[in-house]
């Protein structure tokens, strides 16, 4: 059975930092690009970040350019999202989600094949 279990959520004050994880079981993610997205209640999940299979390619929503960084380790957990400076509008719960492809990360979240089970991210002003 494909897992990912995100991690590394929590409360943080405004102009703070965390790194998130994103750990996968039942396959390796190698050959996947990678994506991270955000939900805020009442609203639709939205891109945040992707990376491509290599991780020479990465691409980020332009709310968290600069201050978001996406990174891969293949040999471990496939996927890491490092958040600093972080806003109280960036409070939401993150997915990861992986997408069988050898291009760049695609931003619509109905292109990928796998999805893990969030991590809630609160920042307070």
């Known amino acids: 059975q494909v897992q990912l279990v995100e991690s590394g959520g929590g409360l943080v004050q405004t102009g703070g930092s965390l790194r998130l994880s994103c750990a996968a079981s039942?396959?390796?993610?190698?050959?996947?690009?990678m994506g991270w997205f955000r939900q805020a209640p009442g609203k639709e999940r939205e891109f945040v970040a992707g990376?491509?299979?290599?991780?020479?390619?990465?691409n980020y929503a332009d709310s968290v350019r600069g201050r978001f960084t996406i990174s891969r380790n293949n040999a471990k957990n496939p996927v890491y999202l490092q958040m600093n400076s972080l806003k109280p509008e960036d409070t939401a719960v993150y997915y990861c989600?992986?997408?069988?492809?050898?291009?760049?990360?695609?931003?619509?979240?109905?292109?990928?094949?796998?999805w893990g089970q969030g991590t809630q991210v609160t920042v307070s002003s």
């Open positions: 990376i491509n299979w290599s991780g020479g390619i990465r």
């Open positions: 989600a992986a997408k069988r492809s050898e291009s760049i990360a695609p931003r619509a979240a109905r292109e990928y094949e796998y």
């Open positions: 039942g396959r390796t993610f190698s050959n996947y690009a």
